[in-house]
Structures are given as C-alpha cells and as structure tokens.
C-alpha cells in the first residue's frame, strides 16, 4: 500500500534528509497551471505534494486558504477535475507522492466508492479529510481497504495520549500533525510547545509525521524538521504566489520559495 | 420511536466531524454534560435563573380570534417570545453559559443570524461577567442593526464576518474556526441543535423545557394532549424543543415549517429537509443545500434565523422515521402572516414564527377537509420587535392597499 509514499520515506531516511510536501489549492487560478506548477516545484525541491480540493466551507482553513478556495471555485473546479489533473500530472512525477486533501462533504457528493476508485486509479497515494476523525470514517476507511490509498489522520496540540495512539493505529501513510492551534495560516512564531508534544507523538508512532500548519520561513521549517520527518506548507506558498501578478512570476516566486525552504531543511536532519 | 442516541448519532444522522483540535474538547464536554445532567445542583441552579431571570414558564396562550378565524382549528400559542431577551435561545445559553463556568472556560464565543441568539448569549455570558464574542454575517448585521447595538450594549464583541455569504453558515464557519484556537479557554455556545455531538442533544434537552411546560399546561386547559404541535425549523431548535416531549405520543402530529424563502423551484430558500440531501456541514451528517460537486449553497429566507443549509440532525431522523413532517412557508406568505398575527392577537411574531403561523392557513384546510377540528400547539418561538423596521419596506405597501381590519 501507499509504495511511492513509502519509497519516499525511506529515501529521505537514508539520506538523512527532512521531506518536503507543499500544499496548494487544485485549480488556484485554474487547473493547467496546477499541473503545470507541481512538476516544476520537484525540481525544486519538493518531495511530494498535498493536492487540496477546493470547498465552499473549509473551517479548518485561514483566510489564505479560503480565498485561495474561492478562487478555484470561482473558475469552476471540481473535483472530478482535481481527479483528472492529477492523473494527467501522474505522467510527468511518476515517483512523487500526490496526496490528496479535500472535505467530507465533496466525496459524499461523489460517492465514498467512486472518489476512492477515481483517487486510486489517477495515481492518489493518500486522501486527507480534515473534517473526518478516525471515530467517522468507518464507510471510508472499509472502501479504501481495497484500494493502494493511504487514509492520513491528524492530531493536534490537544490530542491527548488516548487519541495518539488512536490515530496512529487508524491511519496509513503518515501522521499530520497540526503544528498549531487554530487554522491554517503562517505564523511568525512556531508553537512553544511544538517540540514536546512530537516527542510524545514519537515515542509511539509507527509511521512518519508531518508538521503542517504555522510554518513560513526555512528557519521554522528547519526547527520542526528536528522534530519530525518532514513539513507541509501550505499558506505561505500561497501568500508568496498572491503577490505575484502573472502566472510566469507566480510559478517563479513559488519554485525560489521551495527552493530556499529545501535549503532550510537540508540544513538540518531528520529524528528517525 | 426513541431518539436512537448512540456515539452521538439519531439514527445515521449525526456524528462528530470536526478536525483533530476540537476533538478532545468535544469529549471532554460530553463528559462535562454527562456529569451536570445527573447532577441534581446544576437542575436547580439551571431551574431557579429559567424562573427568575427569564421569567419562565411562559404561557400557552389560547389564541382565540386567530382559532375563529382559521375554524376548525383551536390553537394555543406557546408564548416563548415572552422570554428575557424576545426568544426562547436563553434557555440554551443560560444552560450552557453554566456549563461553561464548570468547565472553567472564562470565554464565550458564538454565531448569529438574526441576532437574537447573540443577544441571548451577550445576556447570558453579562450574568455571569464572561468575555464574549459574537460572529455575526455582514449581511445579516445589515437586516439586524438593533440586535447589533444590543450585543454591544450588552457588553459583547460583534465581529462582522465578510466571507462566503456573508451569513449564519458563515458566522458559524467562522465561530468554529475561532474555537479551534482558543479552546483551551473558551466555550462555543451553539444556537440551534446543530453541530457535532454533543452539541445536538444537549441544546434539544436544554429547549425541551418548551415542550414539557407546554404538555403540562395543555393538559391543564385541555384535560388532553393536543392533536399537533407546529413549529419553524431553521436550526431547528424551538421545534425540536416543542417536539420532543410529544415524539413517543404517536398520535400526535410533529409539524415543522422550513423557510420556502422565493420557492423550492428556486435556489432561494432554507429548506434543507424538503429539498436538500444528506452531506456533512459544521460537524453533523444531516440534509444540507449543496450542489452536485458538494459545494453548499447559501441560503435564503426572508428571516435571518431561517437562513442556514442545513438542519438539526435529530430532524433528519424524524424525518427519515416519518415520526415528523416537515412543509415550506414561501417569503410572502409568512409576512402575511406576520401582519395577521399583529392584527388578530395584538401579538407582533418574529418572522421565523410566522412561517409557523402561516402554515395553519394550509392545515386549517386540510382538517376541514378530512371533516376534523384540531387542537394545535404552536411554538412562538419569538417575538417580531428585531423584524419591525425590515417589515415596514415590505409592509407598508400592502397595509395602504388593503382595508385594515
């Protein structure tokens, strides 16, 4: 299951290096420059990406995210396009890890076994659904046993000892962990207690983990690759695309961005 | 025909889907609730500020002109808009503000559409000197300026929320989204019986006060309980309230009125359980408004309160039983009906309790065809003070045409 999340995890293992996963909205401004945009970040730097499906209501989302939703939507993205996107980019990063992050309620619209079918047959290795706790996701979690798509769960600063091994046992791929309290966003300051409680999630994880949320500069992107194996950056990527007015600048301010957010991380190692 | 509760769900309808953060104070709510519904102190405490704050128990007023005038209907008003505060929210907030104080959270946040559950959680949260702040739509803060400054006045923050529609699912998107960071310290007070668990059961016991006194008081006017019971589902809270009290008695007829808003052939109405389908929103599976790619579509109603996609999902279970039905009450008809409340009773409706007031027209006529009379008990879940100054624009023109009374 989930092999080229896997071979890429061990390729960062040994080479004793911190992944890389950017996450952009699909379809932000419009599709043709996603699939444009992600072999490029590769050779950039990124080690694999989150593919976010745009929603009417991302709760979890901050204002970056949620005008970068709303740009999608505005120019007509739907999943069942996010879906053929990713095939169609399939061919370019045969290799690189594409997980998809989308809401609950744009795969029920689907159907929990057309999504996951679809997912798996454009080359999805792993589905994130931030409004799905393990405790919801029985109906999904029963398809995607049949399919190579890593269900990925979360947990949060206030995900109690209980709750860690749950999601650790519940999920596949890797763990996310939400690196903040509160919504997507970057932050000029890193949680403080950011350190402690991965060590927690680490003495009991059998999977790698992922810190998402807050994360901006290569320092900070450095300082939780110390504790993890490897960031997500979300925001922040977005922000630096935002005051870009053309889709070339757009594209160039994104890939110097991964480039020195790599150079950040190379500089450090990761724990396991 | 029980409520079927089980890991927080009515039936399928339910659940918890939220993400990872507010996962832990979720369950450490429901232990809270757990511990305070058992606890004989909290009732008291919760009892002695429904009596004296709020002045309850409201009264079931027989409403005798409006009966004459429908016929074949002998319908009682349950007066909540006799409530502190103009609706019955307070019952929720002032219940769950005392939550809160157990749980040592010494800030309270919530999401409004009309306002009136701001105001009642501004009221509540003022009793206790709680810091409290509201998310309110920027389009709902156009329609509701007076329960903006009554907020205020209260001492709450009103914190105007610009995206998507600008309105309650919007205010509640962002309330959430607040919650996510700040739940170390702070209590989110939902309106209406919606949300994850243990939000939806918990609000319909708090609202079930309505339904219980109403038992009793029709017990006492009538000698026996009423044929059927009417309310406006927009949330769903002042219904589900009504109703559950009555769910085990069969026979008796669970009626709640959604917003038709310009009509179900339009996209322009609130109705989620007559048009809508079963997705997930705001934490709870339940029948939501959303389009083919799962995108939610906004709302509309002429009533703030009514204007949300989705519903209660101990409705979508009553529903899907058959133990409820639920009908629409277009824009037009509930201020007609709006105007014939004021007219007949001396009693000024919100607009959300005119969608109720309004279908009686249509049940009148379906218990005179059937050859019946029934007896109704109807929620007046508030009264129409906040609706005054939107109604006089819509009004006016047809008080100058029409003969008043």
């Not at chain 1, 749950?166 to 207690?193: C, E, H, K, P, W």
């Not at chain 2, 929210?89 to 809160?100: D, F, G, P």
């Not at chain 2, 969608?355 to 009148?364: E, M, P, Q, V």
Request: aromatic content about 6%; some cysteine.
């Amino acid at each position: 299951m989930g092999g080229r999340l896997e071979a890429c995890f061990d390729r960062l293992r040994t080479e004793g290096r911190a992944g890389l996963f950017p996450f952009i909205t699909a379809g932000d401004p419009d599709l043709d420059f996603t699939r444009e945009l992600l072999p490029l970040m590769t050779e950039a730097g990124a080690d694999g990406f989150e593919v976010g499906v745009p929603f009417s209501d991302p709760l979890a989302d901050g204002p970056t995210i949620q005008r970068s939703s709303m740009r999608s939507l505005a120019e007509g993205t739907r999943l069942s396009g996010v879906l053929e996107m990713v095939g169609d980019v399939r061919a370019d990063i045969p290799d690189t890890p594409l997980v998809l992050m989308t809401y609950y309620n744009p795969i029920i619209a689907m159907g929990l076994a057309e999504f996951v079918r679809g997912a798996s047959q454009v080359g999805a290795d792993a589905v994130i659904v931030p409004d799905l706790p393990p405790e919801e996701a029985d109906a999904l979690l029963g398809i995607m046993n049949d399919y190579p798509l890593d269900p990925v769960f979360m947990l949060a600063p206030t995900s109690t000892q209980e709750r860690i091994e749950l999601v650790n046992d519940a999920g596949g791929g890797f763990i996310y962990y939400v690196g903040q309290m509160g919504v997507t966003g970057a932050r000029d300051a890193l949680d403080s207690d950011l350190g402690a409680t991965l060590a927690r999630i680490n003495r009991v994880k059998n999977r790698p983990v992922l810190v998402g949320f807050g994360i901006k500069t290569p320092e900070q992107a450095a300082e939780v690759a110390g504790h993890a194996d490897g960031v997500i950056v979300g925001s922040a990527l977005i922000d630096v695309m935002e005051a870009q007015a053309s889709r070339e600048s757009k594209m160039r301010a994104a890939c110097d961005y991964i480039a020195s957010l790599r150079e950040g991380l190379d500089r450090s190692k990761t724990v396991s | 025909m029980s409520e079927l509760v089980s890991r927080g769900r009515f039936g399928r309808f339910g659940g918890r889907y939220v993400p990872e953060t507010l996962m832990p104070a979720l369950e450490e709510l429901e232990v809270a609730y757990e511990e305070a519904r058992s606890d004989p102190a909290y009732h008291e405490e919760l009892a002695d500020y429904l009596r004296e704050f709020v002045g309850r128990p409201t009264p079931l007023y027989l409403a005798e002109r409006l009966s004459d005038d429908l016929g074949v209907l002998r319908v009682y008003l349950k007066r909540e808009d006799l409530c502190h505060t103009g609706a019955h929210k307070i019952n929720n907030t002032l219940a769950q503000v005392l939550l809160a104080r157990r749980l040592g959270k010494t800030r309270i946040i919530a999401e409004t559409g009309a306002g009136q559950h701001g105001v009642a959680t501004a009221t509540a949260a003022a009793l206790f000197g709680l810091d409290c702040d509201i998310y309110m739509g920027e389009e709902d803060i156009g329609r509701q300026s007076l329960n903006v400054f009554r907020m205020r006045l209260l001492g709450a923050r009103v914190i105007p929320v610009t995206s998507g529609s600008k309105t309650l699912k919007d205010a509640t998107n962002e309330t959430l989204r607040d919650w996510t960071a700040s739940v170390r310290t702070t209590h989110y007070i939902i309106g209406s019986v919606v949300g994850p668990h243990p939000f939806p059961e918990m609000i319909r016991d708090f609202q079930s006060v309505i339904g219980r006194e109403a038992r009793e008081q029709i017990l006492e006017a009538e000698g026996r309980l009423p044929d059927a019971c009417v309310a406006c589902v927009g949330g769903g809270s002042n219904s589900i309230g009504l109703f559950h009290p009555f769910v085990e008695d069969e026979d008796i007829e669970l009626i709640g009125v959604e917003a038709g808003g310009r009509g179900l052939d339009t996209e322009e109405h609130g109705a989620s359980l007559s048009a809508g389908r079963v997705g997930v929103l705001h934490g709870c599976e339940t029948f939501l408004l959303y389009d083919d790619d799962g995108q939610i579509i906004p709302a509309h109603s002429v009533s703030a309160g009514l204007d949300y996609p989705g519903v209660g999902p101990e409705h979508s279970f009553l529903k899907d039983s058959g133990r409820a039905r639920y009908v629409t009450v277009e824009d037009h008809d509930a201020l007609k009906a709006f105007q014939k409340l004021s007219v007949l009773e001396g009693i000024i409706p919100a607009f959300e309790s005119a969608h109720a007031i309004s279908y009686l027209d249509r049940l009148a006529e379906e218990t005179r065809e059937a050859g019946g009379m029934k007896t109704v008990v109807l929620c007046l879940s508030g009264r129409g003070d906040k609706d005054v100054h939107q109604a006089e624009g819509f009004l006016s023109e047809m008080l100058d045409d029409e003969e008043v009374r």
